[in-house]
């Protein structure tokens, strides 16, 4: 069975940072791609940054020059470093895990989501 399971929220002040990590567990034999995605209140959930087994990255605009994304394809781990935050980063992010492919086929799998909330 597989589990994504993300860690590293939290409260910060505006132009802070914060570091948020994801890890996927079970028998897997490939991810395609790994990222993560945010929900604000009353919104529509968002790309933030992907990176492919390749080391392809994608950037929403709203974040390039200020996220980084990194990956462990041996460690089936994202991490996503996050500096000079603002206000509008709040959210709920989520791990994703997009084609993965176990015993049983391939699938895209998500994290529970962790809290990233930014005070000005």
């Known amino acids: 069975q597989v589990q994504v399971v993300e860690s590293g929220g939290g409260s910060v002040q505006a132009g802070g940072s914060l570091r948020l990590s994801c890890a996927a567990s079970g028998i897997i034999f490939r991810i395609n791609a790994m990222g993560w995605y945010r929900q604000a209140p009353g919104k529509q959930r968002e790309l933030v940054a992907t990176?492919?087994?390749?080391?392809?990255?994608n950037y929403a605009d709203s974040v390039k020059g200020r996220f980084t994304i990194s990956r462990d394809n041996a460690k089936n781990t994202v991490n996503l470093q996050m500096n000079s935050l603002k206000p509008e980063d709040t959210a709920v992010y989520y791990c994703?895990?997009?084609?993965?492919?176990?015993?049983?086929?391939?699938?895209?799998?998500w994290g529970q989501g962790t809290q990233v909330t930014v005070s000005s």
């Open positions: 994703n895990a997009g084609g993965l492919q176990t015993i049983t086929g391939v699938k895209d799998y």
């Open positions: 990176l492919s087994s390749g080391g392809r990255t």
